[in-house]
């Protein structure tokens, strides 16, 4: 047995429908330390969802285990904490709610009515929501529902905070003060997260170390980049870092030269709901070289101003 | 003169700042409000009465124009509650009568529906089986209903609410387990990282989600068995509005008929208004994500 805090090992996954079957992830072996920021990157399609999704317990792999604190994992539990891409707050509680939801079912005997009301506040003051307890989630921004889901996520106390493209759906001045905000947190609580993105500069700004995965079908780990940049990090500093360009460097030429995705004449049939990836909305850095390269600029020009 | 009208200006010009023409603006906007919502319907239906009233006033004319309608059964509006014993009671006994056998039969309708729409929505081997037969039985019109569960129940008010139930029933059955089974994947999913149990995903995630389907499954169906039970008096007898229009077209009291179908009309609209309204208030804020 492995003594890392989450051990992916030997991960396989095949969906069936019918007769076609599709062989998505391949030998998946990835293991991360306890406070450790990991980030998946790769292109859409390629089955970093499905990790995320099997590490969550959400779907069931063909092989291999997930191992969390030295314990098999393959249900889902608020161990593993997920921030969706689109929120997922019920659109019929209240922010204080959605998150009181959480907490009241996961800390339901541990702590008292008192405790529970001071963990939700807590949590949503964490990500400075504390002025919208009693709105719905229709009533506020698309980056305050992250931040409310960031909150419930949190509230779980999970030993591993998995986000799936948490920052996809926002525009990139939202995108770059949540990201800060994230950093906020992760340097305070010292959370183990393992982060989907599409976005490089994301994944670098972030990450401990960026995984990097190879095109499907049976897609695996293709290279894993350690970022070596001290924390706390400043994206404006880090614009004109040599190691910070360096490293974006490599990971663009790892997903545009070396995994460089041709575009599939016939439309793929995603197997399942979970495992496809959602399409990416406007303002979200697409899965083009030159989208990518034009988004860096943005983001400095953005910090700059802010 | 010039002094005083630049006072009374002024004053004006104080009494905005300090909100207290408040009220005038509020009644110029409910002037705008009664103007663009009332005035329209108003007129239409003047035009209506009008065209009713030139074609009715004819010497051979079958039908009572409206001002004869009124004349005829002046005595039935001005008092709604009078009670004479047996069938001969007020217009508004009638329609209480009716309303409650409505309110008996919807409510089985309503526990019983959203019961078997959850079972067929969470469950496809429910709704392989359930399905075909809800599809065939929904199409049966509901006065098809009322002669078996005569014989059923052999007994007439039973009969009159059964009929009622097996009406507004289908579509409330088929709306929530449509809404049941569009309840987004990532809701699920949050049930499922929170480890909710069956009682709690059902009370705290599916009745919620599914509330808009199943209000507008309510909508359709408290109509629908308003429907029915006009017709279903009318069979039955007894006191009631659909038998009361039945009576009076027995003995020939044409005027009296059309009071009724007013009064259909308008409480059937109230009906509608009044679950909407419920499902509005259940469901705010569910609408928009």
């Known amino acids: ?306 | 003169m010039k002094t005083l009208s630049t006072t009374a200006a002024e004053n004006v010009s104080v009494l905005n700042r300090f909100g207290i023409n408040h009220a005038h603006t509020m009644w110029q906007r409910f002037k705008t409000y009664l103007l663009q919502n009332f005035l329209p319907p108003v007129v239409i239906l003047c035009l209506l009465l009008g065209v009713w009233e030139l074609l009715c006033s004819g010497t051979g004319a079958t039908l009572p124009p409206p001002s004869q309608v009124i004349s005829d059964t002046w005595e039935l509006i001005l008092d709604p509650f009078y009670d004479n014993g047996g069938n001969d009671v007020g217009m508004g006994w009638q329609i209480l009568a009716s309303l409650e056998r409505v309110a008996v039969g919807y409510s089985f309708a309503v526990v019983v529906g959203v019961a078997l729409g959850v079972l067929v929505g969470q469950s496809t081997w429910a709704m392989r089986g359930l399905d075909p037969v809800f599809q065939v039985l929904r199409t049966v019109p509901p006065l098809a209903w009322l002669p078996i569960s005569l014989a059923g129940f052999q007994d007439s008010n039973p009969s009159a609410i059964f009929v009622i139930f097996i009406t507004s029933i289908w579509p409330i059955i088929i709306n929530t387990s449509v809404g049941i089974r569009n309840i987004p994947e990532d809701y699920r999913n949050v049930a499922r990282v929170l480890r909710l149990n069956g009682i709690e995903y059902f009370y705290k995630i599916m009745l919620p989600a599914a509330a808009p389907y199943i209000f507008s499954g309510l909508r359709i169906g408290v109509g629908l068995s308003w429907l029915a039970i006009v017709a279903a008096e009318m069979l039955i007898g007894g006191v009631g509005i659909g038998f009361f229009i039945w009576d009076a077209w027995n003995a020939s009291l044409i005027s009296d008929i059309i009071l009724a179908l007013v009064y259909v009309g308008l409480v059937g609209y109230f009906l509608d208004r009044m679950v909407a309204m419920l499902g509005n208030i259940v469901t705010r804020g569910t609408s928009a994500s």
């Open chain 1, 1 to 306: 047995m492995s003594s890392h805090y989450l051990s992916i090992e030997n991960v396989d996954k095949t969906f069936e429908k019918g007769n076609v079957r599709s062989h998505v992830l391949s030998n998946i072996n990835l293991h991360i330390d306890q406070g450790e920021y990991i980030s998946i990157i790769g292109h859409s399609g390629c089955g970093k969802s499905t990790v995320l999704n099997i590490v969550a317990g959400l779907i069931e792999q063909s092989a291999g285990v997930v191992i969390l604190d030295r314990k098999e994992v393959n249900t889902p539990g608020p161990d593993r904490a997920l921030v969706f891409q689109n929120h997922s707050l019920l659109p019929w509680l209240t922010v204080y709610e959605n998150v009181a939801l959480a907490v009241n079912k996961v800390a339901g005997r541990s702590k008292s009515t008192a405790e529970r009301h001071e963990w939700v506040l807590y949590n949503l003051e964490l990500v400075n929501m504390l002025h919208a307890l009693n709105k719905r989630p229709s009533e506020i921004s698309g980056g305050m529902k992250q931040r409310v889901g960031i909150a419930r996520a949190l509230a779980m106390q999970p030993k591993v905070l998995l986000l799936d493209e948490p920052f996809g759906a926002l525009d990139a001045l939202t995108r770059a003060h949540l990201q800060d905000e994230v950093m906020r947190i992760h340097s305070n609580l010292k959370n183990t997260v393992m982060m989907i993105t599409h976005d490089v500069d994301e994944a670098v700004l972030l990450s401990d170390r960026i995984v990097m995965m190879t095109n499907g079908p049976s897609a695996t780990i293709g290279e894993i980049l350690h970022i070596d940049l001290p924390r706390p990090r400043d994206r404006i500093a880090l614009a004109d870092d040599l190691r910070y360009n360096h490293y974006r460097q490599e990971v663009l030429r790892f997903l545009y030269e070396k995994q460089r995705k041709l575009e599939q004449i016939s439309p793929r049939h995603p197997p399942s709901q979970a495992q496809n990836e959602r399409p990416q909305p406007v303002g979200g850095s697409g899965s083009s070289p030159s989208d990518a390269v034009v988004d860096a600029p943005a983001l400095q020009k953005v910090s700059g101003a802010s």
